[in-house]
């Protein structure tokens, strides 16, 4: 039976408290201690996830006390099918029993072959008439930094766009293209230079104070002139790279017509557009990847996270009139995992097969409806946004002073109380957005409606004992 059948029964209620719950103890356990005194201080997730994981199955992880999670983090979206999927698992133990090469560099193989003819079987047409691709070492941030080396090669240019908000990696040229001012402070100047920062069209903030199609409209404008004003300051760029939502940004879709306005902006200007798809690709938006919600034919789309299957892979796939560069212009010795390419090809024919981009619609419009009846109870839950189950709630402080738009400033202090209330309660979410305000919500493509109704009951009552506690 495809997932998609099992979506929706009827229409969501009204979240309530249940009468008794138990709340989870987090003690530290011999293994989160020597965690603590012997990994970098650099460790992120531990800190606010005092978890030490010992078994996980679909949608839920268990500890090594024996308590149960939904997990709603999902290795920040890499898993689609959820953890252990049996589809996957074959996949893996079939490259074990064929004794298949599991580390061949770029060197070809029948399980190579087979990856690339399934994924561009899911690009648009007109993209996989001329794609080409590029793999590269095993991460999202890898793959960002070949597609900017693709798209100065190609172009003669060095000057990238980015936008604020925007996360495209940790590697000092991925960073570059970063909105976060965070993670660049202690470092002073960055390796890669040449980048220029625009506004993103966050509708609820938006940078202009306008919002709506007003937004939508001056924020066009203001980069139609850019690229087009002789005396606008900045040089033609190689690229624009672009999030079709922010992910680590606080889960802010970008507007369908602005997006079309920018292939569009771009394409007359000679300036090639890099959509980052590492998190929104392989249905978790609803389409198969973000950007076909705007019928748009981007230049350059990278891609990690889900496209290996839960594991490590990372890609770039592009139109061919930019394949100029030389031989080992990029490489990296973990491009070749086998593994990783026979999981992600069972992925994308599960992904078809069951009709996960639809269910992933549904599913994510029932926790959005169930969000929105929350919404009525609490102030504090600002705006929700998002596609598919890529969703975000911005929390904000209702006695706080509202800005421009009249919107309640984020309540960044809520956030991690919500976080640790439904941790408590077993259910893991992570954070972002400006301030970290944000609550995000990345689950596993196959949750059902039952699954996401408890999501969102587990919420509820966290949010209520969060506000409780302040």
């Keep these: 039976m495809s997932v998609a059948t099992s979506l929706i029964e009827d229409q969501p209620a009204r979240v309530a408290p249940t009468p008794a719950e138990t709340l ?50 999902a290795g920040a979206g890499t898993l689609a099918l959820g953890h252990n999927h ?11 029993t064929d004794e298949l090469p599991l580390h061949t560099l770029d060197l070809t193989t029948p399980v190579k072959d087979q990856f690339v003819q399934d994924l561009f079987g899911l690009l648009p047409p007109a993209l996989a008439a001329e794609a080409k691709i590029q793999f590269c070492g095993p991460t999202g941030t890898d793959a ?29 040229g991925a960073l570059s293209l970063m909105g976060s001012l965070g993670p660049k402070k202690p470092l002073g100047a ?71 306005g920018l292939r569009r902006i771009t394409e007359q200007a000679g300036v090639a557009l ?87 619609a549904a599913i994510g419009e029932r926790l959005s409806e169930h969000l929105r009846i929350l919404q009525r109870d609490f102030p504090q839950l600002g705006d929700i946004r998002g596609r598919g189950l890529m969703l975000g709630v911005e929390l904000v402080d209702p006695t706080g002073t509202p800005d421009v738009q009249g919107h ?9 109380l919500v976080q640790r209330e439904c941790l408590k309660r077993g259910l893991i979410l992570e ?11 990345l689950p596993p493509l196959v949750i059902t409606a039952a699954e996401i109704d408890q999501v969102a009951e587990i919420f509820g009552r966290a949010l209520t004992a969060a506000i409780a506690s302040l």
């Excluded at 070949?146 to 172009?155: G, I, P, S």
């Excluded at 309640?408 to 991690?416: D, E, Q, T, V, Y």
């Design 24 to 73: 989870y103890q987090f003690n530290e356990s011999p293994l989160l201690a020597r965690q603590s005194q012997q990994e970098s201080n650099a460790r992120s997730y531990p800190r606010r996830i005092p978890l030490a994981l010992k078994r996980a199955k679909g949608i839920y992880v268990d500890d090594v006390e024996g308590r149960r999670f939904i997990d709603c983090l």
């Design 86 to 96: 049996p589809v996957v698992i074959e996949a893996i133990q079939q490259v074990l």
């Design 144 to 172: 960002v930094e070949a597609a900017l080396k693709l798209v100065r090669t190609a172009t003669g240019r060095s000057t990238v766009l980015s936008f604020q908000g925007g996360y495209h990696g940790m590697s000092q």
């Design 190 to 260: 960055l390796l890669s230079n040449g980048v220029q920062f625009m506004p993103y069209p966050y509708d609820y903030r938006c940078p202009f104070g306008l919002g709506g199609a007003q937004g939508v409209q001056v924020n066009l404008n203001y980069l139609e002139n850019l690229l087009n004003d002789p005396e606008a300051g900045v040089q033609l760029p190689a690229a624009v790279i672009v999030e079709v939502v922010q992910g680590e940004g606080g889960v802010i879709p970008a507007d369908l017509d602005w997006l079309r």
């Design 274 to 360: 890099i959509v980052d798809e590492i998190q929104s690709g392989f249905a978790r938006t609803g389409k198969m990847f973000a950007f076909e919600h705007a019928g748009i034919i981007p230049d350059v789309v990278v891609l990690s996270k889900a496209i290996g299957g839960s594991l490590p892979l990372a890609v770039v796939v592009y139109r061919d009139w930019l394949d100029t560069w030389l031989p080992g212009a990029h490489a990296g010795t973990f491009r070749g995992n086998q593994m990783a390419m026979a999981a992600g090809s069972a992925v994308m024919r599960y992904l078809v097969e069951n009709n996960v981009c639809a269910h992933a």
């Design 408 to 416: 309640p400033p984020a309540f960044g202090r809520l956030a991690p």
């Design 431 to 441: 954070l972002g957005g400006r301030h970290g305000a944000v609550v995000r919500f």
